[in-house]
């Protein structure tokens, strides 16, 4: 039997993260005994669903065929924007988190489209820039919010369970019907499958990878308010390294970096994956450096398994 054919390639995106998520559970509940508890598997939800957010979003750019690095700084840029609102807004400060999250993708999509510059350049000069934008505002010190009704909305628990997981589910679920489901998730679909024959069938190339950068910036400004609530304030270092881990939850469900195709079921796994991992080895005391060896072992990995070699031309 051959191994490394379409037929096993497609076997392992399938149903690797499935696999791998179960392995970790059950290797972290036998090394430590508090992992399988409800008190943890909340902390692992609620460390899951500002993940998951990003990632949702992060799944339709990847599967489009391009790359933003400057989601932990749309998130730290909307946490701040939440934070500031907070004050005057109470529980509409989520308002603004998404208004800025969505700019700021425009942003991005704009220059990409317009500019003719590569995605991953783009999003790595506004990675730095919004960073920027966030230390000059906080000049370092976090923003508290303070509002009461903020905090049982949006940090509370209902049924034992975050709020937050609910408002990641309600993404998500939206998230899935519009890549499923509506003429822009398919247009999405073409384009990473193939730029050249989508504008030839007369799609609108441009506008659609706009939209897909808008929708990532949305749902990051979703991301970026839940983080603020579940803290309580923004801070400059909010959002640092994110980028790695929803690119990376994106990747482990099986969504290859040369796109056309991808699953939101997938990114889901893969954004537990991330979650369970760091969570396990916070809880069994792996150090802190080392645990990024191994976030980084378990991307390039993923990247290796999911990789469509048919478009390895693509990568420069």
């Known amino acids: 039997m051959n191994l490394i054919g379409k037929g096993a390639g497609t076997y392992l995106r399938k149903y690797l993260p499935v696999l791998a998520l179960v ?57 701040l924007a939440t934070a500031i609102a907070s004050k005057s807004m109470g529980v509409f400060a989520f308002v ?26 783009v999003t790595l000069g506004t990675m730095t820039t919004l960073r920027g934008v966030v230390l000059f505002f906080t000049k370092g010190a ?8 903020f905090l049982d909305v949006f940090a509370g628990r209902l049924f034992g369970v975050p709020t937050a997981a609910f408002m990641a589910l309600a993404a998500g679920i939206v998230g899935y019907i519009i890549y499923t ?23 609108k ?27 309580m304030a923004a801070t400059a270092q909010l959002g640092q390294g994110f980028e790695m881990d929803v690119i990376a939850s994106v990747v482990l469900g099986g969504t290859p970096m040369t796109g056309g195709y991808g699953s939101m079921l997938g990114t889901v796994l893969g954004a537990f994956i991330i979650s369970v991992l760091s969570n396990g080895m916070n809880m069994c005391g792996v ?15 993923a990247v290796f398994v999911t990789i469509d070699r048919k478009k390895i031309g693509l990568i420069k």
């Not at 036998?30 to 669903?49: E, G, Y």
């Open 181 to 203: 489901k509506t003429v822009f998730g398919r247009e999405v679909r073409a384009i990473g499958g193939g730029e050249k024959v989508a504008r030839l069938s007369g799609m």
């Open 23 to 79: 392995v970790l559970c059950l290797m972290f509940s036998i090394l430590q005994p508090m992992f399988p508890t409800f008190s943890n598997a909340m902390i692992v939800l609620q460390q899951t669903v500002v993940l998951l957010c990003a990632a949702f979003g992060m799944t339709f750019v990847i599967v489009g065929g391009s790359i933003d690095l400057s989601v932990g700084s749309i998130l730290a840029v909307a946490a």
């Open 96 to 121: 603004p988190a998404l208004l800025v999250g969505a700019l700021c993708g425009a942003v991005n999509g704009l220059i990409f489209v317009k500019g003719k510059v590569p995605s991953f350049i």
């Open 142 to 149: 976090p923003v508290e919010i303070s509002d009461d009704a």
């Open 205 to 231: 190339v441009e506008s659609v990878k706009i939209r897909m950068f808008i929708l990532l910036g949305l749902l990051c400004g979703l991301a970026g308010m839940l983080q603020a609530g579940r803290v």
């Open 287 to 301: 150090d802190p450096y080392l645990q990024e060896i191994v976030k980084g072992i378990v991307m390039i990995l």
